[in-house]
């Protein structure tokens, strides 16, 4: 990766990589998901598109997802293997919601035009995601308390304020797996 930005664009491709995955595996039966997965796949192709015009290589490791390195490695949630489908439904509520304000900080905060171009048309299919998982089910004070808590330690361990978008050491701790060592709830 070159810059804070292109590390923000991979963790977005690899994030929406990992709920495309995870629908397509355990969801893909139950045509509630169906309209979600395919817009999720469309996502990995925009972000994935929009690195292949900024960066030479592109990092697929999953373990970089906001699933996998903050909801699984801070938040302590196994996240592949939700079988439940309420409880699976309260971790994509909250990731799309994570999505929806990490991705509108980025176009206020992130100096690459092209990726803010790419999230922009993103945000309203998050948007749409978002509102088909607010029904009230056992799991979601849970995770909107985990959510919460995630981004406290994160804004505390990287006192970058809410810029931590350039904070090339929180990027590589993320990448290398590092993050869930430095940040606890």
């Not at 990766?1 to 595996?25: I, P, Y």
Request: with cysteine; proline share 1%; aromatic share 14%.
């Amino acid at each position: 990766m070159n810059t804070a930005d292109d590390f923000f664009m991979n963790h977005a491709f690899v994030s929406e990589l990992w709920l495309f995955n995870a629908l397509k595996q355990n969801w893909s039966h139950k045509e509630e998901w169906h309209k979600q997965m395919l817009d999720e796949k469309k996502h990995c192709a925009m972000t994935r598109g929009a690195l292949k015009k900024n960066v030479s290589t592109i990092d697929y490791n999953l373990d970089a997802s906001v699933e996998k390195a903050m909801y699984e490695g801070i938040g302590k949630i196994d996240v592949d293997n939700i079988t439940d489908e309420d409880e699976f439904s309260a971790l994509a509520y909250v990731v799309e919601r994570r999505a929806i304000l990490l991705y509108k900080r980025y176009l206020k905060y992130g100096s690459n035009d092209y990726y803010k171009k790419v999230l922009s048309k993103i945000i309203a299919d998050e948007e749409d995601h978002k509102d088909t998982h607010t029904s009230d089910n056992p799991y979601m004070k849970k995770y909107k308390e985990i959510d919460s808590k995630i981004w406290k330690a994160i804004r505390a361990t990287y006192p970058d304020g809410d810029h931590y978008y350039d904070n090339i050491q929180f990027w590589k701790d993320v990448f290398t797996g590092q993050l869930k060592n430095k940040c606890s709830i």
